[in-house]
């Protein structure tokens, strides 16, 4: 399917968003510059980011993602804190109460991250309230490293996929599929649908 090319960017605000991507950056020892020619963003622009200064549009976060070499999904994780006294070297846990997780809105999704006291998670899970109500209010498909899982809590959405056919899913419905295959949902319930996503 061929989709509207508009520049409709939506802004995304993931958790410490600044303070992650200079962590990613000083851990492959890259320079503002070097990572400037890599991602194709501005000095002054990545120097402001780091600083919290400004919020990246999506289409700033995909370049950031490809240009760093890392999944999308990774600039959702909290910044590497000091570490703190192990109580046991076999596991970790986090729990995440309802309505405590970070909200991140955009024009299409409005996404509630969990599980967020965790750094380094091999997979990131997050509930979505899906905004969008037609295929026009995306201006590009959504797409990044790694795979996803899906399951519809509430409501009913169109499941767009860029080599299959748009698929309706109901309450209880669930799918999984790459996520560097462009994707995008869309509510066709009377109140917003929502849904789980797990991303790995």
Same mark, same amino acid.
């Given at each position: ?5 508009? /520049? ?20 492959? /020892? ?89 750094? /380094? ?80």
């Amino acid at each position: 399917m061929k989709i509207n090319s508009t /520049n409709i960017e939506s802004t995304v605000e993931p958790l410490a968003l600044g303070k992650r991507v200079k962590e990613l950056r000083l851990s492959q /020892n890259l320079t503002l510059e070097q990572a400037s020619q890599l991602t194709g963003l501005a000095r002054s622009t990545l120097s402001k980011i780091e600083n919290e200064q400004i919020s990246p549009t999506f289409a700033a976060v995909s370049k950031l993602a490809k240009g760093l070499g890392i999944a999308l999904p990774q600039l959702f994780s909290q910044p590497k804190q000091e570490p703190a006294k192990r109580v046991s070297s076999s596991g970790r846990r986090d729990i995440t109460r309802l309505g405590e997780g970070k909200f991140h809105p955009t024009p299409t999704y409005e996404h509630e991250l969990l599980a967020t006291q965790l750094s /380094n998670k091999k997979m990131v899970p997050f509930k979505t309230s899906v905004k969008a109500r037609a295929w026009e209010d995306y201006s590009d498909w959504v797409r990044h490293e790694g795979e996803e899982f899906l399951y519809v809590i509430s409501g009913s959405i169109t499941l767009f996929t860029e080599f299959y056919e748009p698929i309706e899913l109901q309450q209880g419905d669930s799918a999984y599929y790459d996520c560097e295959m462009g994707h995008a949902l869309v509510s066709t319930s009377e109140s917003d649908a929502e849904v789980l996503w797990v991303t790995a």
